[in-house]
């Protein structure tokens, strides 16, 4: 069946491939926000694929983990990223999510993202505790990050509204953005969870200057016990400069889902040509490097899609977790 538009795009598209008239199945990604990796990878990823992949037409817009599996599941979108516990969660409707999202299936495991937070060099805030009253960037609503900074908050004893409460402020904005606001001295945290290193993170070490926020074991073991799909993680000292260790954090495992409706053939030579061209998306963003095919499959707790499956049995790939 052809697939066709909906509506409008779910924004202007930042990469565009293949001829729509001649095309079969419209393949919509969502990835990330300006300033993340997603963003430049997805954009990537799809002109090859475009280029590659017959019968499809391609683009690519920003999003977040999880509006991404909200556009996929209700059809504005055909394939997004997001990560493999969000993605459980949105699947059986739990967490951020208030019902089922059954059609969305698993394309491929990437790579993990560590939850990182900053605060300005000069800033009394030096842990957690200290932000009860601050003026804090976790990102955009709907984006996993968000979603990340509020379980850390509550392990803490209080939340967003809480911080509101107490007079301070919650941005829910871009990347982008939190840098903005953090070198005008509107923003004293930023948090994020995405790739190590992070250029935001890199711009503000050289303007206003940060420091970085870690997380203590017991704190880490209670936030692990009470969030299912979250690993350990940590920003090690060679990431940035100016680090005198590694920063003990949290991470998750990013992945990509695709819609059950696309056609099985498509799927199966999108994952085909995807996994050729690793090397050119690792000229993007050398945290692609991390990605392995042998991992495709990890920490896949939703139905693997039928043409991605047959995919990665060609390629041997097994299910480890």
């Not at 697939?3 to 930042?14: F, G, I, Q, S």
């Not at 680090?243 to 409706?261: A, F, H, Q, R, W």
């Given at each position: 069946?052809?697939?066709?538009?909906?509506?409008?795009?779910?924004?202007?598209?930042?990469?565009?491939?293949?001829?729509?008239?001649?095309?079969?199945?419209?393949?919509?990604?969502?990835?990330?926000?300006?300033?993340?990796?997603?963003?430049?990878?997805?954009?990537?990823?799809?002109?090859?694929?475009?280029?590659?992949?017959?019968?499809?037409?391609?683009?690519?817009?920003?999003?977040?983990?999880?509006?991404?599996?909200?556009?996929?599941?209700?059809?504005?979108?055909?394939?997004?990223?997001?990560?493999?516990?969000?993605?459980?969660?949105?699947?059986?409707?739990?967490?951020?999510?208030?019902?089922?999202?059954?059609?969305?299936?698993?394309?491929?495991?990437?790579?993990?993202?560590?939850?990182?937070?900053?605060?300005?060099?000069?800033?009394?805030?030096?842990?957690?505790?200290?932000?009860?009253?601050?003026?804090?960037?976790?990102?955009?609503?709907?984006?996993?990050?968000?979603?990340?900074?509020?379980?850390?908050?509550?392990?803490?004893?209080?939340?967003?509204?809480?911080?509101?409460?107490?007079?301070?402020?919650?941005?829910?904005?871009?990347?982008?953005?939190?840098?903005?606001?953090?070198?005008?001295?509107?923003?004293?945290?930023?948090?994020?969870?995405?790739?190590?290193?992070?250029?935001?993170?890199?711009?503000?070490?050289?303007?206003?200057?940060?420091r970085f926020i870690g997380l203590s074991d017991d704190k880490l073991k209670q936030i692990l016990n009470d969030?299912?799909?979250?690993?350990?993680?940590?920003?090690?000292?060679?990431?940035?400069?100016?680090?005198?260790?590694?920063?003990?954090?949290?991470?998750?495992?990013?992945?990509?889902?695709?819609?059950?409706?696309?056609?099985?053939?498509?799927?199966?030579?999108?994952?085909?040509?995807?996994?050729?061209?690793?090397?050119?998306?690792?000229?993007?963003?050398?945290?692609?490097?991390?990605?392995?095919?042998?991992?495709?499959?990890?920490?896949?707790?939703?139905?693997?899609?039928?043409?991605?499956?047959?995919?990665?049995?060609?390629?041997?790939?097994?299910?480890?977790?």
């Amino acid at each position: 069946m052809k697939h066709v538009l909906k509506a409008a795009l779910v924004a202007v598209p930042l990469a565009f491939a293949g001829t729509a008239a001649n095309a079969d199945t419209f393949v919509r990604m969502v990835s990330g926000p300006a300033g993340g990796s997603w963003y430049p990878l997805g954009a990537k990823i799809m002109q090859v694929l475009g280029d590659e992949v017959p019968g499809i037409s391609t683009s690519s817009t920003s999003g977040g983990g999880i509006s991404n599996l909200k556009a996929v599941d209700g059809g504005d979108a055909e394939i997004g990223w997001s990560y493999a516990h969000t993605s459980y969660n949105g699947f059986v409707g739990r967490g951020k999510f208030t019902s089922k999202h059954e059609n969305i299936r698993h394309f491929a495991t990437l790579y993990p993202a560590t939850f990182q937070v900053a605060v300005r060099a000069d800033s009394p805030i030096k842990t957690f505790e200290d932000m009860k009253a601050a003026n804090i960037s976790p990102g955009k609503a709907g984006w996993t990050g968000t979603a990340f900074a509020e379980s850390i908050l509550s392990a803490y004893g209080f939340d967003f509204a809480k911080i509101k409460e107490n007079g301070g402020t919650v941005h829910y904005v871009s990347y982008t953005e939190s840098v903005a606001l953090m070198k005008d001295g509107h923003v004293d945290v930023f948090m994020a969870a995405t790739s190590v290193p992070q250029a935001s993170f890199i711009e503000l070490q050289h303007s206003p200057g940060i420091r970085f926020i870690g997380l203590s074991d017991d704190k880490l073991k209670q936030i692990l016990n009470d969030n299912p799909g979250f690993i350990t993680g940590s920003i090690p000292q060679a990431a940035y400069e100016g680090l005198s260790g590694d920063v003990p954090s949290l991470g998750i495992v990013t992945n990509m889902v695709v819609s059950k409706d696309l056609p099985d053939e498509t799927v199966y030579l999108m994952c085909k040509s995807f996994w050729k061209n690793h090397a050119a998306f690792a000229e993007v963003k050398k945290v692609w490097n991390s990605v392995k095919l042998e991992n495709a499959l990890n920490g896949a707790a939703i139905p693997v899609h039928p043409g991605a499956q047959k995919c990665y049995d060609e390629l041997g790939v097994k299910t480890t977790s």
